[in-house]
């Protein structure tokens, strides 16, 4: 008989006792996951991450000690030898910091309102080393911090992209889905992941989170 996968290991981390005791009351319902460990704060994430190893860490923002936002870049950025998926949890209307945080490596972020469904979804979205970007608040999230980035000065003709794959990347970081990106361009889902693919191999990029922001940095997008 074959033994059922091991479990998704999930480290919480919110300075709100009521809100992490719910996510991992949450998360520890679920058969395929569990929770690795809680924590207030994110300092202990990272010291605590280094411990236990988690799969996904489930990441506030606003947190005493060190920020989410910081935990995360010391977690999930760039130079970081061995990298845990972050999982932003927030709440989109008062922080404005959640796109740094994703710059700062997280793979995608959720609400705090979000139904537990969605929660659940997300971290088994974000284990699978797929990124979490609800289009709708992608574009309204990007969109708006947009001019805090500084375009490179590249030109398309400087990015190693075809003229197909610069069409592709302009839709993901307009938001767009795959299935999205396949209607449009009027091409099947299989050949939309196999441009993604290449995009972010070419690119040096990690997932679509990377690919958004790479494409407001060269002004690809506005």
């Known amino acids: 008989m074959t033994e059922p996968p091991a479990p998704i290991r999930v480290l919480v981390c919110d300075d709100q006792v009521l809100v992490r005791t719910g996510l991992a009351t949450i998360i520890d319902a679920q058969p395929d996951l569990e929770v690795a460990g809680e924590c207030g704060d994110g300092r202990t994430a990272v010291e605590m991450a280094g411990l236990l190893r988690p799969d996904v860490v489930v990441m506030d923002i606003r947190m005493p000690v060190l920020d989410g936002i910081e935990a995360t870049r010391l977690l999930a950025g760039a130079g970081v030898a061995h990298p845990v998926k972050v999982l932003v949890v927030t709440t989109f209307n008062l922080d404005e910091y959640v796109y740094e ?3 700062a490596g997280a793979s995608g972020f959720l609400l705090k309102d979000a139904p537990p469904a969605q929660l659940l979804h997300g971290i088994r979205t974000v284990r699978t080393g797929q990124a979490l970007l609800d289009p709708e608040v992608t574009r ?3 969109g708006r911090y947009a001019a805090r ?7 398309p003709h400087d990015i190693p992209l075809t003229p197909r794959e610069l069409e592709v990347l302009r839709l993901i970081a ?14 099947s889902p299989e050949t939309v992941k196999t441009f993604v ?3 972010l191999a070419k690119l040096g990029l990690r997932d679509r989170v990377q690919a958004v922001v790479y494409a407001y940095r060269q002004g690809l997008v506005t």
């Open 197 to 199: 693919s290449r995009i």
């Open 101 to 103: 945080a994703l710059r």
């Open 174 to 187: 307009d938001g767009f889905s795959n299935s999205e990106i396949a209607v449009t361009l009027l091409i």
């Open 140 to 142: 309204r999230l990007v």
């Open 149 to 155: 980035i500084r375009p490179t000065g590249h030109t």
